[in-house]
């Protein structure tokens, strides 16, 4: 299951990444399909990328609001927090699992023989602050003289547009170069960390800083696709608990916002079919409910 | 007891497709008012300053 969702990913990423003439074009695409929501964080300045940033383009809209107001246009970003709704309702943060290719990133790079070290749970608000204050509120209120506002994510934080647009884009364009200035190396030194950071520890950006995965987190109690637990049949082995990548306590809290859904847990773990998949509470390749009360045999049990 | 059966068994769960709706809505509002031309306009540019740049 892990090597088939390695190709998803890549399949993903690929699609999300379809405009491999852009090293002749030198530019970025500028066609039909950037109307389309990329699921996962994929810089729409990125040279290759066919399809537009959710997380750009709700900050650059509100960020215009009293602009385009002024203007008699209603634009709140409620097309762009549609789509990500739509992909929230069906998936959750299994997004974050199967189709971000700033997510595959982080997992290659994890996969570097180091010293591993775990990340604190408490650092995974930082994504809903990141979400809340930099990516909504900061547009809406701090406005220059004319009205309108950065998208202060993008700007100031986002190593996914640094590594994907910022880089490929000075490659590409060397005139580019006279324009760097300190916001460039900061940026560069927040990717730096992060790419250092997962190496040593597992997805740390999509745990502790994205707001993509924030949203996604917030939606994920309420997905159509999820994992179940059937609790009469697990034996707390807190097996799922060694194999998370995301530091899951599986059986504990099913529905955390931080499952990603990447099956490690059913299929590297759980040996009593306590988790199954389900699709809008229906579940599918089902097992046979255990009746409540029963133990399972000690023949059963995880050997360890 | 028979409700615990049919838990197991799977009841459909509303709120995805609450949700879903509510999305979707929120979609056609949002493309109605014309905000993909304006995401359409952001996006065949280089955001030099969303990536860091100038």
């Known amino acids: 299951m892990e090597f088939a969702r390695k190709w998803v990913q890549i399949l993903f990423g690929l699609l999300t990444n379809a405009n491999w003439a852009f090293p002749f074009t030198r530019s970025i695409y500028q066609g039909p399909l950037k109307v389309i929501c990329s699921p996962g964080l994929n810089c729409y300045s990125c040279p290759s990328s066919t399809t537009y940033c959710p997380v750009g383009s709700l900050q650059n809209i509100l960020g215009g609001i009293k602009i385009s107001l002024s203007n008699n246009q209603y634009f709140f970003g409620l097309s762009v927090i549609g789509a990500l709704g739509v992909l929230g309702a069906m998936f959750g943060r299994m997004i974050c699992g199967w189709a971000c290719p700033f997510g595959l990133i982080q997992e290659l790079l994890h996969k570097i023989p180091s010293r591993k070290f775990s990340i604190s749970r408490s650092l995974n608000y930082g994504k809903y602050a990141m979400l809340l204050v930099v990516v909504i509120l900061f547009p809406l209120i701090m406005v220059d003289e004319f009205g309108g506002s950065s998208p202060w994510f993008c700007k100031f934080i986002c190593p996914a547009g640094t590594l994907e647009a910022g880089l490929p884009m000075l490659l590409l364009q060397p005139n580019l170069t006279s324009t760097i200035g300190a916001l460039f190396y900061n940026k560069l030194a927040i990717l730096l960390s992060v790419l250092l950071w997962s190496v040593a520890a597992s997805r740390p950006f999509c745990r502790t800083l994205c707001p993509l995965g924030a949203f996604y987190g917030l939606m994920n109690r309420f997905r159509m696709v999820k994992l179940k637990l059937d609790e009469t049949r697990c034996t707390n082995c807190k097996a799922c608990h060694h194999v998370c990548p995301m530091g899951v306590k599986f059986n504990e809290n099913p529905d955390d916002p931080e499952c990603i859904s990447c099956l490690a847990c059913l299929h590297k773990a759980c040996k009593f079919e306590a988790i199954s998949i389900e699709i809008g509470g229906m579940p599918i390749a089902a097992t046979p409910a255990r009746p409540l009360g029963t133990n399972v045999p000690d023949s059963a049990k995880y050997p360890f | ?54």
């Open chain 2, 1 to 54: 007891m028979a409700s615990e059966r049919k838990k197991g068994r799977g009841q459909i769960r509303k709120a995805p497709f609450i949700l879903l709706t509510v999305s979707t809505l929120l979609w056609i509002v949002g493309a109605a008012s014309g905000e993909p031309s304006r995401v359409l306009e952001q996006a065949w540019q280089v955001c030099l300053s969303c990536i860091g740049i100038g």
